[in-house]
Nanobody, 117 residues
Framework: QVQVAESGGGLVQAGGSLRLSCTAS????????MGWYRQGPEKQREWVAT???????TYADSVKGRFTISRDNAKNTVDLQMNSLETTDTGVYFC???????????WGQGTQVTVSS
C-alpha cells in the first residue's frame, strides 16, 4: 500500500519562508513524478510544481522564482522550499505521487500554510 505524507506547514509572515517535505512509502514504480498542489480558501485545488525522477522541475507561473522543488530518490522524498511568501500563498498544500505507466495517483492528506500580512 502506497502512502504519501506531508509535513512542514505553519504560520509565517508575508515575505518569509517555509519548507515543506513529503515522504512516499510502500511499493511503487520508479517511473514516477512527484509534485505539490494547493487549495486556498474557497478556491479549487491548483498545481504548484512537479519534479520527475530525473530531476526535471516545472512550476506554476504564480510561484516561479520564489519556490523550489527538489527530491531525493533514495529516500523517496520531495521538498518544496517556499521563499518570499505572499498572503495569496495561503492554503492547504498537498503532495502527489504519480506512477506513469499505468497512471496512478497517490495523494497526501495535506498540510496547512498560512501567510499573514
Amino acid at each position: 500500500q502506497v502512502q504519501v505524507a506531508e509535513s512542514g506547514g505553519g504560520l509565517v509572515q508575508a515575505g518569509g519562508s517555509l519548507r515543506l517535505s513529503c515522504t512516499a512509502s510502500g511499493q511503487f514504480s520508479e517511473a514516477n513524478a512527484m509534485g505539490w498542489y494547493r487549495q486556498g480558501p474557497e478556491k479549487q485545488r491548483e498545481w504548484v510544481a512537479t519534479i520527475t525522477r530525473g530531476g526535471v522541475a516545472t512550476y506554476a507561473d504564480s510561484v516561479k522564482g520564489r519556490f523550489t522543488i527538489s527530491r531525493d530518490n533514495a529516500k523517496n522524498t520531495v521538498d518544496l522550499q517556499m521563499n518570499s511568501l505572499e498572503t495569496t500563498d495561503t492554503g492547504v498544500y498537498f503532495c502527489r505521487l504519480t506512477e506513469l505507466f499505468p497512471r496512478i495517483e497517490y495523494w497526501g492528506q495535506g498540510t496547512q500554510v498560512t501567510v499573514s500580512s
